[in-house]
């Protein structure tokens, strides 16, 4: 799987970080937990397994203020869910998202325009019965700013910085 990802600044970065430390002193499962140099927070624009990117993309839209707005969660198998904050859907946010996606095929289809939902995810599989515990633990309205955008290859496990801000 390959995936195209904003990266944050040093003090938003480490506002997400200090929810998966929360979630992991808590006991809870939590990203605290997987320590790769590659894992960092981060908001996905796009992912396939056969992703191309043109040559260019529109980083220069880049720095890009974000808005976490409460938290959202997806099924991650029976019992099991992902928990993540929701980010806004801005203008500058969502520019960059459809000019990206003019220059990039294989995009799987929930990451492409009309389908995203942009998000920050700080737990994957946590119980049904700990999600409640986890929401009273994150402050969920916050502020922060994307700076970058990297590619992460899954494959190859390596990240490499896109555009001229990273």
Known sequence: MRSIELVFDDATDSLVRADWARLAAAGLPSLAAHTSASNSPHITLAAGPDLIAADEGPWEGLPIDVIFSGAIVFPAGTGRYVLARSVLLTSPLLDLHRLLHQGLSGALPQTCPGAWTPHVTISRRIPA????????????????????ARLWDSSTKTVTPLGPSV
């Open 129 to 148: 019965h700990q999600l409640g515990t986890a929401l009273d633990l994150l402050a969920l309205r916050l502020e922060g700013r994307c700076t970058g």
